[in-house]
């Protein structure tokens, strides 16, 4: 599987952005993709992850009510919805996926990632 992620950007507080991740190769319905973020000088931290299948998704605390993660299986793509944009949401994020869905957040967990596209949200 291979990811292609876009829709990263400049974009001011409070302002909205949205994502897209596009994979080639075999999407089953009991896998799982999902968004990881790293910002300036820290680890790679989990964002939200949902199951192809089924749409079941899973948000870190930080960006629920704020952040949608959904899928078209059409186009085998997942998008990530981010809204209310704050500045400590800047980061480079990434698009992952895993053979089997699961609410981990374990970066160790995901087994393919996209190249990284960075989100810069001025104060």
């Known amino acids: 599987v291979q990811l292609q992620a876009s829709g990263g950007g400049l974009v001011q507080a409070g302002g909205s952005l949205r994502l897209s991740c596009t994979a080639t190769g075999r999407i089953f319905s009991s896998s799982g993709m999902g968004w990881f973020r790293q910002p300036p000088g820290r680890e790679r931290e989990f964002v939200a992850a949902i199951r192809w299948g089924s749409g079941t998704t899973y948000y870190t605390d930080s960006v629920k009510g704020r952040f949608t993660i959904s899928r078209d299986n059409a186009k085998n793509t997942v998008y990530l919805q981010m809204n209310s944009l704050k500045p400590e949401d800047t980061a480079v994020y990434y698009c992952?996926?895993?053979?089997?869905?699961?609410?981990?957040?374990?970066?160790?967990?995901?087994?393919?990632w996209g190249q990284g596209t960075l989100v810069t949200v001025s104060s």
């Open positions: 992952t996926a895993k053979r089997y869905y699961s609410p981990q957040t374990d970066v160790r967990e995901y087994n393919y």
